[in-house]
C-alpha cells in the first residue's frame, strides 16, 4: 500500500500572541533536555536548556516548563513574530548513559501576520 | 563565528554512484554526529565520534554507509552504491562532550535526492 508521510502536530498563531508548545518525553530518568527550531532548509538551531533540578528557566522571549511528575516539557515563546515559523523538536538526554538526546518528532509553529 | 559547515547543499545522483558528504564540525568541539532526516522517521542518529574514533554506529542502516574523522576538523559520510531510499537530507552536529550535557550544533544539511 502507498506510505504515509508523518504529519507533524501544528500550532497557528496571530502574530503578537503568546506560543506554547508542548513536549512529552519518555524516559522518566532523563535529566537534561533541551529545544530546538528548525527553520525549512536549514538545521535544527539551538534555543534553550534545561537541566532536571530545574522547572523553569527563562530566555530571551522563551520559557522552558519542565513538569517531571508527568514527564512533560513546554516551550512558551511570547509576543511570536513570523520569524518565529519553524519546526521545534524537544530532545531528552540521560546522564550517565550515552548523553545521546533522543528527539521528539517535532511541531510546527506557524504564525500569521 | 563558524558553524558546523556541510557540503555540498544539495545533491541529485543516479542510484548505484557512489555520494560523499562532507562535514567541518565547530573548532574545539570533539563529538561528531551523523543525523538523517525523512518526513517518515523524522530525525534518526546514525553514528557519532569522539575524539575522531567512531563510538556507536548501530544506527547506520547498512554495509552501503560509512563514516571517517580522519582528524578533528573533518569527517565524511559515505553510501556506496547510492538508493533512492537514501533520498534524505543529512545532518552533521558537533559538541562539547559527549560526557557532559551540552547541546548539539547542527550544520544546515545535505539534501541527497538518488533518482
Known amino acids: 500500500g502507498e506510505s504515509v508521510g508523518l504529519h507533524l502536530p501544528t500550532l497557528s498563531v496571530q502574530e503578537g500572541d503568546n506560543s506554547i508548545i508542548n513536549c512529552a518525553y519518555s524516559?522518566?530518568?532523563?535529566?537534561?533536555f533541551i529545544w530546538y527550531k528548525q527553520e525549512s532548509g536549514k538545521g535544527p538551531q539551538f534555543i534553550i536548556d534545561?537541566?532536571?533540578?530545574?522547572d523553569k528557566r527563562q530566555g530571551q522571549r522563551v520559557t522552558v516548563l519542565l513538569n517531571k511528575t508527568v514527564k512533560h516539557l513546554s516551550l512558551q515563546i511570547a509576543a511570536t513574530q513570523p520569524g518565529d515559523s519553524a519546526v521545534y523538536f524537544c530532545?531528552?538526554?540521560?546522564?550517565?548513559?550515552?548523553?545521546?538526546?533522543?528527539f521528539g518528532r517535532g511541531t510546527s509553529l506557524i504564525v500569521h501576520p | 563565528d563558524a558553524g558546523v559547515i556541510q557540503s555540498p547543499r544539495h545533491e541529485v545522483t543516479e542510484m548505484g554512484q557512489e555520494v560523499t558528504l562532507r562535514c567541518k564540525p565547530i573548532?574545539?568541539?570533539?563529538?561528531l554526529f551523523w543525523y538523517r532526516q525523512t518526513m517518515m522517521r523524522g530525525l534518526e542518529l546514525l553514528i557519532y565520534?569522539?575524539?575522531?574514533?567512531?563510538?556507536?554506529d548501530s544506527g547506520m542502516p547498512e554495509d552501503r554507509f560509512s563514516a571517517k574523522m580522519p582528524n578533528a576538523s573533518f569527517s565524511t559520510l559515505k553510501i556506496q552504491p547510492s538508493e533512492p531510499r537514501d533520498s534524505a537530507v543529512y545532518f552533521c552536529?558537533?559538541?562539547?562532550?559527549?560526557?557532559?550535557?551540552?547541546?548539539?550544533?547542527f550544520g544546515d544539511g545535505t539534501r541527497l535526492s538518488i533518482l
Open positions: 552536529a558537533s559538541s562539547l562532550g559527549p560526557y557532559s550535557n551540552q547541546p548539539q550544533h
Open positions: 524516559n522518566s530518568a532523563s535529566d537534561y
Open positions: 534545561i537541566r532536571s533540578n530545574m
Open positions: 530532545a531528552e538526554i540521560l546522564s550517565g548513559g550515552s548523553y545521546i538526546p533522543t
Open positions: 573548532s574545539g568541539h570533539n563529538s
Open positions: 565520534f569522539n575524539n575522531n574514533v567512531p563510538i556507536d
